[in-house]
């Protein structure tokens, strides 16, 4: 069993920029893969990055050159650094952990004003 804990989300401006963090109740390299998923309201939640226990790191396309994803020197900790906020980056963003399972956090909100 992993929890997941998101902070950091909050209300920006265009061209702002904002870190999440995501605590995890184990060490994140005991974890396959983890990552961020956003979603808006009546749309699927979507990929944002993924970072895999190895270090190899995915983006949607829609944020690469913005977005870093990255493991703390905590050991439980990853974070999502974005930069360069646009309005469409507005959504809930979503922790993920797959350890043979898949586990979600709660969520928290980014809100991108024009």
């Known amino acids: 069993q992993v929890s997941l804990v998101e902070s950091g989300g909050g209300l920006v401006q265009t061209g702002g920029s904002l870190r999440l963090s995501c605590a995890a109740s184990?060490?994140?390299?005991?974890?396959?893969?983890m990552g961020w998923y956003r979603q808006t309201p009546g749309k699927q939640r979507e990929l944002v990055a993924t970072i895999s226990s190895g270090g190899s790191t995915v983006y949607a396309d829609s944020v690469k050159g913005r977005f870093t994803i990255s493991r703390g020197d905590v050991r439980n900790t990853v974070y999502l650094q974005m930069n360069n906020l646009k309005p469409e980056d507005t959504a809930v963003y979503y922790c993920?952990?797959?350890?043979?399972?898949?586990?979600w956090g709660q969520g928290t909100q980014v809100t991108v004003s024009s």
């Open positions: 184990i060490n994140t390299f005991l974890i396959n893969t």
């Open positions: 993920n952990a797959i350890r043979i399972s898949t586990y």
